[in-house]
């Protein structure tokens, strides 16, 4: 009797003091003082680009602006997926996650849905740039209505469209093409009737490289990426199996067969497409978009044909009236929160202050040393960058000067697709041309919102790309003759089969359920 | 055996062009990488087949051997070789020594020794040990925990045992330990054995790239390999690869800087190869036959 009685009151007295000492750390009494308490940040994150040190200048300037201990790890891209298994399996869950938005998304998904991530729906509103992001982006990040991650920017309507060789149209005397039948025309003239003019029969229509990239299309309606068209029952279709895909293939097939797509595109991977075909001086028609093209592709060109000029072709109009390019998913990469940050909301507003400054949108005219908060961001003028021409240059980033390299976000959210103004980032007068040509082709014309960017397929993350890239491969096949084009149905359903009718039933599941509707913007 | 028939001659023939063949697919490589790496972007987009630069560049080289990265990583790496063979041999041969001795419970340890070479724990169990000895973000987290091969071990003790037990006995009459059987006897006895497994283990070292991705996240300590790797994919071109197929252009690459980083980086160690060759060779056949 008097041993349990002490039991209890051990017990009530372990409660108290569990009780007392949780008041303690409540949140309350952090937000009071949370302004001025130095909290440790921990993140984690890949780069395309150089990897500047751990203790770099621009990592102490974090530290000073914003109060905090500033931990950021990189990992290299290739390995990324395993690094960050391996840190969240063995319990290392850094404050600030890091994410590849398309070839990745199993994991974000399978740990959102363990409860892994701070649900952010409640902060959205307090910060400007989280505010200007559109709901169909947002979209892309919830689950079960939380929102799990931060998506970083990438241009909504800035994908990848043809391009044209201008100057050979103008050669040949030849108008830009606005539907498939003059397209036609133009690649079999590209191919025959000698668009560089130099008298030898070395050119040809339009580059093609293994696995049908880059996937040519002259709006949504024909885009084999896209879900645009629906089947029987009702679901929509990912454009790859639609009827105005085989269309696309049987054209492809009779352009093969004249001689105006390269013989050997099947083992040609893109970057031999890009250099060894096309800035080579080879092929009349590539696809480019206006954001970061590399202006050493267009000078190796231009040392071959010093006139070489590219223009966009503008998107035609299909059978059903309809007429504009696909829109891309308006995001790439992202950022998603701790769920261990759940108590500590003053620790969340700081890590999502540091989010927002690197997310702030500057128009070029603000963006040299006279705005503090750029100067500060690039790390002073002199110092982490220089003007060059009017336009801000990082100098050296493996030295880690600026805070730029070592921000949890560092893509300005633009208001709008043009507000960017690309077309300023390029020196070289051709490229400056064909992105400002590019932007202002976007500016007038519609896009179609692709349904798939805003919902997850399990099955499409597990083995899309792959049986995709299949499909894509046996549709080669068809272009240059080795399958007859009857085997359609037979290619078609053997991507049903190996799981293509799970994704279009799961896609459609989501989308139904977040009620999201085929829309052109 | 004077007189090979025509036959014979043939067989020869086909043998020595079909070697030549292979010898020449092994070299096609480095060779078309030697030659991107000195050419101008220009060279490399224009022909279909580099074999020869039409003009001299340095510029790749420049660039890699001007960034900090490269040449601190190479230190980093030679380091780590240097300091991880000599732990490897050191701990390998003592270990293989005790085996080779009929001291108590040596069976139970060398059963537990082979079963590591069967059964491993996965990365992640691994990741958490060499967390909680707090060795992550060190370079001992390189070289502790791949201290001792496996089969390096059970290699090295076949050979030990294969020396005659009387120079055990003669020593021990002269009034030798152990230590001073180990390293007067022993090790002086045993140079080819050491010779050959300190080139497996250095080697090993020199391309370890995965372990240092997982457990070093300080840029300044990463290797060479895994610099290289980040190289590679800075001037990275492919699309499929970034995943952005449908958003960006692929930048082509400074191609010729991917190819001078590979070259620095695969030649040191080239250049130690054929010069060790003799004890591969032997290495190979360590323990094979037992007296």
Redesign the interface.
């Known amino acids: 009797m008097k041993a349990s009685f002490k039991k209890i009151v051990r017990f009530m007295t372990a409660v108290v003091l569990s009780v007392s000492l949780f008041a303690c750390s409540s949140p309350e009494a952090g937000e009071t003082d949370s302004k001025d308490r130095k909290y440790t940040i921990t993140s984690i994150d890949f780069l395309?680009?150089?990897?500047?040190?751990?203790d770099g200048k621009g990592i102490e300037r974090i530290n000073k602006r914003f109060n905090v201990d500033y931990k950021r790890?990189?990992?290299?891209?290739?390995?990324y997926k395993?690094?960050l298994?391996?840190r969240m399996?063995?319990g290392?869950i850094p404050d600030v996650i890091g994410f590849?938005s398309?070839?990745d998304r199993s994991n974000f998904f399978k740990w959102a849905n363990q409860g892994a991530f701070l649900p952010l729906n409640d902060y959205i509103d307090e910060y400007p740039t989280l505010k200007s992001v559109p709901p169909e982006v947002w979209n892309a990040v919830t689950v079960n209505g939380k929102i799990y991650a931060i998506p970083k920017y990438?241009p909504e309507h800035?994908?990848?469209t043809p391009v044209i060789r201008k100057d050979w149209l103008d050669h040949l005397d030849l108008k830009m093409p606005t539907n498939y039948k003059e397209l036609e025309e133009v690649a079999i003239a590209f191919t025959k009737d000698d668009p560089d003019g130099n008298g030898k029969d070395d050119t040809y229509g339009i580059v093609v490289g293994e696995?049908l990239?880059?996937?040519y299309n002259f709006g949504a309606y024909w885009d084999p990426?896209a879900w645009y068209h629906k089947n029987g029952k009702g679901q929509l279709i990912p454009g790859v199996i639609s009827e105005q895909q085989k269309e696309t293939i049987q054209r492809m097939r009779n352009w093969y067969k004249e001689g105006a797509i390269n013989k050997d595109f099947v083992l040609t991977?893109?970057?031999e497409a890009?250099?060894?075909e096309f800035?080579?001086g080879k092929a009349g028609i590539i696809v480019?978009?206006p954001?970061?093209?590399?202006e050493?592709?267009m000078e190796?060109l231009q040392?071959?044909h010093p006139e070489a000029e590219l223009a966009p072709i503008p998107p035609f109009k299909a059978p059903d009236g309809s007429q504009g390019y696909t829109a891309?998913s308006g995001y790439?990469m992202m950022n998603a929160l701790s769920a261990e940050l759940k108590d500590d909301p003053g620790k969340v507003k700081r890590i999502l202050d540091i989010i927002d400054f690197g997310r702030r949108f500057y128009p070029w005219e603000n963006r040299n040393p006279e705005n503090e908060d750029f100067d500060w961001l690039y790390g002073r003028e002199g110092e982490g960058y220089e003007m060059k021409n009017g336009t801000p240059t990082l100098t050296d980033p493996?030295k880690g000067r600026a805070p730029y390299h070592y921000m949890l976000d560092n893509k300005m959210w633009a208001p709008s697709n043009e507000a960017n103004h690309f077309w300023k980032t390029y020196q070289n007068k051709a490229y400056q041309n064909l992105a400002l040509e590019l932007e202002k082709m976007h500016k007038e014309t519609r896009h179609y919102s692709n349904p798939v960017h805003q919902v997850y397929s399990e099955t499409d993350a597990r083995k899309g790309l792959e049986i995709t890239r299949k499909l894509f491969d046996e549709q080669a096949k068809i272009i240059t003759g080795d399958r007859p084009v009857s085997d359609w149905n037979k290619i078609v359903k053997a991507y049903l089969d190996g799981g293509g009718q799970s994704i279009i039933d799961e896609v459609n599941q989501e989308v139904k359920e977040k009620n999201i509707g085929p829309e052109w913007k | 055996m004077k007189y090979r028939g025509v036959t014979g001659r043939i067989a020869d023939g086909i043998n020595a062009v079909a070697l030549l063949l292979i010898a020449f697919s092994m070299l096609f490589p480095f060779f078309y990488i030697f030659a991107v790496s000195f050419s101008s972007?220009?060279d490399?987009?224009?022909s279909?087949l580099l074999l020869w630069p039409t003009e001299w560049v340095t510029d790749a080289y420049e660039y890699v051997l001007n960034?900090?990265?490269f040449v601190r990583s190479f230190f980093v790496t030679v380091y780590v070789t240097v300091v991880g063979t000599f732990v490897n041999i050191l701990f390998t041969a003592t270990m293989a020594y005790g085996l080779s001795r009929p001291v108590p419970g040596r069976r139970i340890i060398l059963f537990m020794v082979v079963f590591t070479l069967l059964f491993q724990a996965g990365?992640?169990p691994t990741?958490?040990v060499v967390?909680e000895t707090g060795l992550i973000d060190t370079l001992w987290s390189l070289i502790l925990p791949v201290a001792i091969n496996p089969f390096n071990l059970i290699v090295m003790r076949q050979f030990f045992l294969n020396i005659p037990e009387e120079l055990h006995e003669a020593a021990i009459i002269d009034g030798a330990n152990h230590l001073q059987i180990f390293s007067r006897i022993i090790l002086p006895l045993s140079k080819p054995a050491l010779a050959a497994f300190s080139l497996f283990y250095a080697v090993t070292h020199w391309n370890n790239y995965?372990s240092a991705?997982?457990y070093i996240?300080?840029?300044?300590k990463w290797p060479l390999q895994?610099v290289l790797?980040?190289i590679v994919?800075?001037n990275?071109?492919?699309?499929?690869?970034?995943?952005?197929?449908?958003?960006?252009?692929?930048?082509?690459?400074?191609e010729t800087v991917q190819m001078a980083a590979i070259l620095l980086t695969t030649l040191p160690i080239l250049f130690v190869y054929p010069f060790l060759q003799k004890y591969f060779v032997k290495g190979v056949m360590l323990g094979s036959v037992k007296e």
């Not at chain 1, 954001?291 to 590399?294: D, L």
């Not at chain 2, 990275?236 to 400074?254: F, I, K």
């Open positions: 395309y680009s150089d990897i500047p040190p751990k790890d990189y990992g290299i891209y290739t390995e395993e690094k298994t391996t399996a063995s290392e590849e398309q070839m990438f800035y994908l990848n696995h990239w880059p996937h990426n991977n893109p970057n890009n250099t060894k800035y080579a480019r978009g954001v970061e093209m590399r050493a592709n190796a040392k071959i891309g790439y493996v | 972007l220009e490399v987009i224009r279909d960034s900090d990265q990365m992640i990741y958490m967390k995965f991705i997982l996240n300080d840029p300044a895994v790797r980040q994919i800075v990275e071109p492919d699309a499929a690869l970034r995943g952005a197929q449908r958003m960006m252009e692929n930048p082509p690459p400074p």
